[in-house]
């Protein structure tokens, strides 16, 4: 029914903290950890690769080098892409252009050691854009308005203890993972700001969470396996046939790409993608 995982190709070779693919799946964004110094045994920054798809193919696009250490990065409409850095405390928000070119558009700070970011669907307010704050127990909330960007009203918000990823679904709903409390929370979300429980799985430890295009399929990733899971009315999670699977290092983050049916799983030994097939 859904992926058994057979490998499509593989990027790098470092550990990749987050992996996205764009809105229309032309793009496909990766963020590779800092190495560290071998005299000073501190880590450099980062850095941000795009890629192009052409079919199967993968063809360099462009990279940036960044600060810092733990990135998550998320693919917003209008080709932007927002970044969180655990050290800086902030979340950045970059232009894409179509052959993979960035440009920075504006910094913000968040709370305390962003682990994940995410783009919602337009809701009362704007445009969700939301960022999971590990330390705090917090999602901080921006509002998206073609392309300007602001902290909404009401932020931050108040959710599952550690929460380490969170991924909006088109229909509005919010998925929110903690490996602290080996816990998957789903909220409705009506308007930017306020959240609204839905549902709950309770996987081994989960660090990344992501939605379908559709919204039908949610993946959830532990140390070693990728599940998934159907999403029913009012958010409800089944798991489905064909997971868990287990990808070549351990999981660090997961992207669906609708348009070519791929599911991209960013691990501690390169980007591995895989095809899948919708119900």
Known sequence: MYPKGFALGALGSGTIDSVAYSRDGALLAEVEEPVVRPIKGEPTGGVLHIYRISGNKLLKGSCRTLPGYGYHIAFGPAGRLALTNAREKTLTI??????????????????NHPDAVAFGPTLSGGQALAVANGVDNTISMFTDSSGFVAPAAGSP????AGPSSL???PTGLLSVASSDA???????????????GAGAAHPDMP???AFSTTGKL????DYSDVSL????????????????????????SIAFN???????????????????TPS
């Open 258 to 276: 609708h348009h070519h049916f791929l599911l991209a799983v960013g691990t501690t030994r390169g980007t591995a993608m895989y095809s899948y």
């Open 167 to 169: 991924a909006f679904s």
């Open 157 to 160: 918000v108040t959710t599952i």
């Open 94 to 111: 970059y232009s894409v252009g179509a052959a993979g070119k960035t440009h920075q558009i504006s910094v913000f700070a968040t709370g």
């Open 207 to 209: 660090q990344t969470v």
């Open 182 to 196: 080996n816990q998957i929370d789903v909220y409705s979300v009506s308007f930017v700001g306020a959240l609204n």
């Open 218 to 221: 949610l993946g959830s990733a």
């Open 229 to 252: 899971f159907a999403v029913g009315t009012g958010g409800l999670l089944a798991p489905v046939s064909g997971s868990p699977f287990s990808p070549k290092g351990a999981p660090n």
